[in-house]
């Protein structure tokens, strides 16, 4: 088992000696896909512990298309990007409960970047101190406006074999968690990145009603999926990356556009003009989402 299986936190903040450390658990669970055991991530935050009294907001992330697998000993690839990432390898001190499912591999194992991955890609997290960050992909593409793409009619609006697939996998896992664990029911953010993206923008039109705020990252909605999440005036930040050759920014503005149409009041849309498809890395690594999702509640 790596060192990033272990189950509890090993490092205090300067003053925080009286405060429970967080801990990193894998739950398991039968897949309603396949009938498969597979294990989800649940961290625990800091404080969890020595605060009995407290219910703690969730955070569901979903991963991108690179970090899929069988959710057993391959389910460590999920740790290497995202909200999860940055509590458990960063070791930065956010107040959330975080599940972290692994998608299925369904079709997708020979493409080249998930079979050529290895294990040797998958963050550690240190007994002292933390690792460096990785550099951000070569963007040698041209800052540059370009044109919107205005007519959606033609494009799928999700990308094959995504979290879609896993629709009451996440809905079993939200809920297990929130029987488990103390939880704020009215504080359940979604979030993903890239494929995960996509995902966050499907789960959000299909159960509005569930989320005080989400936040798609690198991943564009269509606007066919918007009708439902405007209704429940759900608060969305949208997140591009300017030279995004994978997921382009010009595919970005009708879902929104469509959102702002159908009376959403609170919608976000931030292009990083200089980042590529791995915009997420600053955006995660930044306390300015889990701010801004920390200030919505469901009424």
């Known amino acids: 088992m ?3 299986g272990w189950l509890a936190g090993c490092s205090h903040l300067p ?16 897949s309603s896909i396949d009938q498969l055991k597979r294990d989800y991530f649940v961290y625990l935050p800091r404080g969890y512990e020595t605060q009995p009294d407290k219910k703690w907001p969730i955070i569901l992330f979903l991963h991108g298309n690179g970090e899929r697998g069988n959710g057993l000993d391959e389910l460590d690839y999920v740790i290497s990007h995202g909200p ?14 975080i599940i972290s499912p692994q998608l299925h591999m369904f079709t997708m194992g020979k493409v080249p970047y998930i079979a050529n991955r290895t294990r040797a890609k998958i963050p550690l997290r240190l007994a002292e101190g933390v690792p460096a960050y990785e550099p951000f992909f070569a963007t040698p593409q041209l800052m540059e406006a370009g044109e919107d793409i205005k007519d959606m009619s033609a494009v799928a609006p999700l990308l094959p074999m995504g ?3 896993v629709e009451q996998d996440l809905l079993s896992i939200i809920t297990n968690v929130q029987k488990k664990y103390r939880t704020d029911s009215s504080r359940l953010y979604l979030t993903g990145l890239s494929y995960g993206g996509f995902g966050t923008w499907f789960m959000a039109s299909k159960h509005p009603e569930l989320f005080a705020a989400v936040v798609p990252v690198v991943g564009w909605g269509h606007p066919d999926l918007m009708a439902p999440i405007a209704k429940a005036n759900l608060p969305v930040w949208v997140f591009a990356g300017g030279r995004d050759t994978a997921v382009q920014k010009k595919f970005f503005y009708a879902g929104i556009n469509k959102l702002e149409e159908l009376g959403d009041s609170e919608i976000l849309f931030t292009v990083h003009e200089d980042m590529g498809h791995d915009a997420w890395k600053r955006i995660y690594a930044s306390k300015d989402i889990y701010d801004w999702l920390l200030a919505h509640q469901k009424k």
């Open 163 to 165: 979290w879609e697939q």
């Open 84 to 97: 999860l990432y940055e509590a458990w390898i960063q070791k930065k001190d956010l107040p959330f409960i």
């Open 15 to 30: 003053g925080e000696n009286n405060s429970s450390t967080e801990q990193l658990l894998r739950l398991p669970y039968v």
């Open 2 to 4: 790596l060192i990033i």
